[in-house]
């Protein structure tokens, strides 16, 4: 069963405050004043707390900073009485599905090179150390390419340029697209 990804809410405040409370969170992630930190996280578009459950029970939390239009960086905790029960490894694993998470297809954690769980999670579910960027006892983990059926977008040039002159739009995309736009596509 796969696990659930909520966007954070008040209801889940005490969970929040538990997790960033227990010291093992807080040696590894610096979150010093958890309000101000959840005031900042609720008002930008690019960063999102996620609070995951399973069967409805609270297990952990998911942080992710949309970095460009296709890079997300992570940081997840498990809660203390959920670890060593593979949780870590199931978030990890799970994200990359999450509404508001799936379109992207480059995913970076840093970790702390002694932190040893975290880095066996985060090579189970396939990231991969980059060792071109170590830095104050970090290492860098990347998941890539995760997803290759993804659109791709390619220039138009002498190449490709009848298939996009091919290109159709559906009725329901014609009121959504530039006037130039359909004139070229409705040219075919």
Known sequence: MKLQFMH??????ANIRDIFGDPEVQSRMSISDIDE????TNS??????????????????LLAEILN????????????????QGYGKRLLADMVNV???????NFIAYVDNDNLPSIRCL?????????T?????????????RNPNLISIRSVDQSNWEDCIELKPSQEQQEFMASNLYSIAECN
């Open 123 to 131: 090579e189970i579910a396939g990231f991969q150390r980059d060792r």
């Open 133 to 145: 960027e170590e830095e104050n006892e970090m290492y860098k983990y990347v998941l890539a390419n």
């Open 99 to 105: 509404r508001g998470l799936i379109r992207y297809d």
């Open 69 to 84: 239009y296709r890079t997300v960086g992570i940081a997840y905790a498990v809660t203390r009485l959920k670890r060593n």
């Open 44 to 61: 930008r578009l690019d960063y999102f707390l996620f609070v995951v459950l399973d069967k409805g029970e609270f297990v952990g939390i």
């Open 8 to 13: 954070f809410n008040n209801s889940f405040i």
């Open 37 to 40: 930190f959840l005031k900042t």
